[in-house]
DNA sequence: TCAAATGTCTCTATAATAGAACCGTAATTG
DNA sequence: CAATTACGGTTCTATTATAGAGACATTTGA
């Protein structure tokens, strides 16, 4: 059982996202379909602990410094800049495109490292982004190697379109999923985003469940050719191959194991 | 007013920290002094929103990842990397010690960006670390700024001494803040941790108000003799005035303001 | 100049929470 | 190896905090 007043206030923390950066209290009650005295309430208490702040003339609320705090503690239990970093470096700099590590939470993929491209156009992203993990190739590479049972409640859980080549038949991911746990790789074309390829590979922890993948993305018209595919998945497989061996010597703690 | 229920789980949520990341439900409440049924309802409510998660193993809790999400929202607010970094970097390249920025936030300083001395032997701080705005010279700086009832209030909500160098009577910190604002800087050896020496300068917003602070500190070792330190607030002025342009021209909207 | 929208506050029926007691399991210890 | 302690999780009900409507003073904008 869990508690309702808490439940709702973390709901309206995730209001503020990167897009909609700020509220007033009415206007974040009329999206939310809440009266807006309960926003209020909700609102003033996370400002009281410095989890929100408000505009002392607007009066509007965002996100405040509290969370720098959590989300470095976070980063620095991840320990990724060190080693992983540095591989995903090269890797981006050998395939010329952005390289990021997605991190299984709960039914999304979290990014939680980035490596990017050199060059003027590239596939961009943010740290902490969240994607539902029936989308693009670095989540369904994560989805494909998760048990069954979790597959289903994944999809249960809803499989959004947000693009028309979004897989969101059941059978037809199912089927999808297969073929990529086979190969070992998944590679997509504008799932995520119209205009984005991708490819990815899986990392494991030390119960061979997998915990995350690694992936690289670019641009669509720079997508490889059904010739250059297989190189460009050997290039992957050996930065993850490195990942991977440094999960397994330092007995990667943290998340799912 | 305040949610009972919120506050008291965003009470126990500031228990994960660096020192202690992760707690079981009795250890928590043991802690805290608290039913064991309480502290788990709010865990629990807390990791089914991914705020924290729980070790399938061990049981206990640690942060989420949706911190990370959170973390760099606040960051890429702050847009401090572009063009605010930079500066501190020349500085601390200019002085060879480490350079920071810390942000007002209620009755504390937050550490929102640092550029680390290339010595060997550097003071070395995490973002989003907090600290009473009593202690050392970058909190200092900022308070010497405030409007006396401000200062009143910090001092109020409680002068813990954490060294021996530590001001904690209000008197002898008014009269210290005093000097700080006529001078326009602040100089202190020990406050903050018994081997560490910083110089700080004040920010302001474009209503004048104190919103944050520019300090270099270093090991208390190498602390600049009193011919040299005049020189040294020289070069931390200079570089304060190009962060205080930018923040000037680009109506620094965040914060305060 | 008037009307609509805003953040904040007050009130009370109602619904959610606190906290003790309990459960089965896992770890610890004599 | 048996007994004890400690653990996360659950159930229960008296008590307490919350929901939600409404009012208020200001501000905004037509």
């Given at each position: 059982?869990?508690l309702?007043?808490?439940?709702?206030s973390?709901?309206?923390?995730?209001?503020?996202?990167k897009?909609?950066?700020?509220?007033?209290?009415?206007?974040?009650?009329?999206?939310?379909?809440i009266?807006h005295s309960?926003?209020y309430?909700?609102?003033?208490t996370?400002?009281?602990?410095g989890f929100l702040?408000q505009?002392?003339?607007?009066?509007?609320y965002?996100?405040?410094?509290?969370?720098?705090?959590?989300?470095?503690?976070?980063k620095?239990?991840?320990?990724?800049?060190?080693?992983?970093?540095?591989?995903m470096?090269n890797?981006?700099?050998?395939?010329k495109?952005?390289?990021f590590?997605?991190?299984l939470?709960?039914?999304?993929g979290?990014?939680?490292?980035?490596?990017?491209?050199?060059?003027?156009i590239?596939?961009?992203?943010s740290?902490?982004?969240?994607t539902?993990?029936?989308?693009?190739?670095?989540?369904k590479?994560?989805?494909a190697?998760?048990?069954?049972?979790?597959?289903?409640?994944?999809?249960?859980?809803g499989?959004?379109?947000?693009?028309?080549?979004?897989?969101?038949?059941?059978?037809?991911?199912?089927?999808?999923?297969?073929k990529?746990?086979?190969?070992g790789?998944?590679?997509?074309?504008?799932?995520?985003?119209?205009?984005?390829?991708?490819v990815?590979?899986?990392?494991?922890?030390?119960?061979?469940e997998?915990?995350?993948s690694?992936?690289?993305?670019?641009?669509?018209?720079?997508?490889?050719?059904?010739?250059?595919?297989p190189?460009?998945?050997?290039?992957?497989?050996?930065?993850?191959?490195?990942?991977?061996?440094?999960?397994?010597?330092?007995?990667?703690?943290?998340y799912?194991?």
């Amino acid at each position: 059982m869990t508690l309702k007043t808490l439940d709702n206030s973390l709901e309206v923390l995730k209001y503020f996202s990167k897009e909609n950066p700020t509220w007033g209290v009415r206007e974040l009650a009329k999206e939310m379909n809440i009266s807006h005295s309960i926003i209020y309430r909700i609102l003033a208490t996370f400002e009281n602990q410095g989890f929100l702040i408000q505009h002392p003339e607007t009066k509007k609320y965002e996100l405040g410094l509290r969370f720098l705090e959590y989300g470095q503690m976070v980063k620095d239990k991840l320990n990724l800049s060190d080693f992983v970093l540095p591989i995903m470096k090269n890797l981006a700099e050998a395939i010329k495109e952005s390289v990021f590590l997605t991190w299984l939470d709960g039914t999304d993929g979290v990014t939680v490292e980035i490596a990017e491209s050199s060059q003027t156009i590239k596939f961009s992203v943010s740290i902490g982004t969240r994607t539902p993990l029936h989308i693009g190739a670095s989540c369904k590479t994560i989805m494909a190697f998760l048990p069954d049972e979790r597959k289903k409640e994944i999809m249960d859980h809803g499989m959004k379109k947000i693009t028309p080549e979004t897989i969101t038949e059941p059978d037809k991911m199912l089927a999808d999923l297969e073929k990529i746990k086979q190969q070992g790789w998944c590679f997509t074309t504008g799932e995520y985003s119209h205009s984005v390829f991708g490819v990815g590979v899986p990392l494991f922890n030390s119960k061979k469940e997998v915990i995350a993948s690694l992936t690289i993305a670019g641009p669509i018209y720079r997508k490889p050719t059904e010739e250059k595919l297989p190189e460009m998945v050997n290039v992957l497989q050996y930065g993850a191959m490195n990942i991977q061996r440094y999960f397994d010597q330092y007995s990667f703690k943290l998340y799912h194991e």
